[in-house]
């Protein structure tokens, strides 16, 4: 599901300030989730991920370069493990961002049809 934090931020639904789980695709904030009421926000960051996705990829060389000329040994060990891996990352990343884009897009077709 992309990388997972946590914050402490004031619930739009409780209207307290709980913790609120943060998850990311890359650098995007994709989808906030209040632990106390399970309220979460979904943001449609589709496009603004693509851009940083292939940001992220034709600067990955330059990236592996740097980390094999400063620690040789230890890039040497994890590289099996992240070969192995990072597709599937990938595959988190990119579920997480079109499933949050499409609850976004639910929701607001919910809101419309509301009023």
């Known amino acids: 599901?992309?990388?997972?934090?946590?914050?402490?931020?004031?619930c739009h639904d409780c209207g307290l300030e709980t913790q609120h789980q943060l998850a990311y695709a890359g650098r995007l904030l994709v989808v906030t989730t209040c632990t106390r009421c399970g309220?979460?926000?979904?943001?449609?960051?589709?496009?603004?991920y693509l851009?940083?996705?292939?940001?992220?990829?034709?600067s990955k060389p330059g990236?592996?370069?740097?980390?094999f000329r400063r620690h040789p040994v230890s890039f040497a060990g994890s590289l099996p493990r992240?070969?192995?891996?990072?597709?599937?990352?990938?595959?988190?990343?990119i579920r997480l961002v079109w499933t949050a884009a499409a609850d976004a897009r639910r929701r607001q077709d919910d809101g419309r049809r509301r009023v």
């Open 1 to 10: 599901m992309g990388t997972v934090e946590y914050a402490t931020l004031a």
């Open 39 to 48: 309220n979460s926000i979904e943001r449609d960051v589709r496009e603004r």
């Open 51 to 58: 851009r940083d996705l292939r940001h992220r990829v034709t």
């Open 63 to 67: 990236r592996m370069l740097r980390r």
């Open 82 to 93: 992240t070969t192995v891996l990072k597709p599937w990352e990938l595959l988190d990343e």
